[in-house]
């Protein structure tokens, strides 16, 4: 019976929640929302890289670095670059927000990420197979 359960898990189901959640700020839903068509370990992976870009970004702008090669904005630039339409959409929902901001927001989704990634080790476990 467990092992039917767990067989049919929705790993979405943490962002589904966040999703409909109405006592989060609207940019957090939608981000949770923007997530949910990702897989496991790419959707963290990525949702990280650009969470730990505007925290670099926000720290420069704390330490009055505003020349356009600094390593946060070379490194913003180069994710943009690769073309990748979740982390295009993840920015594109954020890049209006003061950095400070935009960074808080996509740490939380990295973490809510993270806890999806960690949810799928007991479960293959259990099942005795990879996700």
């Known amino acids: 019976m467990i ?12 962002l589904d929640d ?31 890289e650009l969470a730990e870009a505007f925290l670099d970004a926000a720290r420069e702008a704390n330490a009055g670095i505003e ?15 690769r073309e990748l339409a979740y982390q295009r ?6 890049c209006g927000l003061p950095l400070a901001d935009a960074a808080a927001h996509l740490v939380w989704l990295s973490d809510l990420m993270k806890k999806r990634v960690d949810m799928a080790a007991p479960i293959t476990a259990l099942l005795g197979y990879r996700h």
């Open 89 to 94: 959409e993840l920015f594109d929902e954020v």
């Open 18 to 48: 966040a999703a409909a959640d109405p006592d989060l700020p609207l940019v957090r839903r939608r981000l949770a929302s923007l997530a949910a068509s990702e897989g496991l370990d790419g959707g963290y992976y990525e949702a990280q």
């Open 3 to 14: 092992r039917d359960y767990l067989a049919s898990y929705d790993y979405n189901l943490p």
């Open 67 to 81: 020349e356009d090669d600094s390593p946060a904005r070379v490194r913003l630039r180069d994710i943009l670059d």
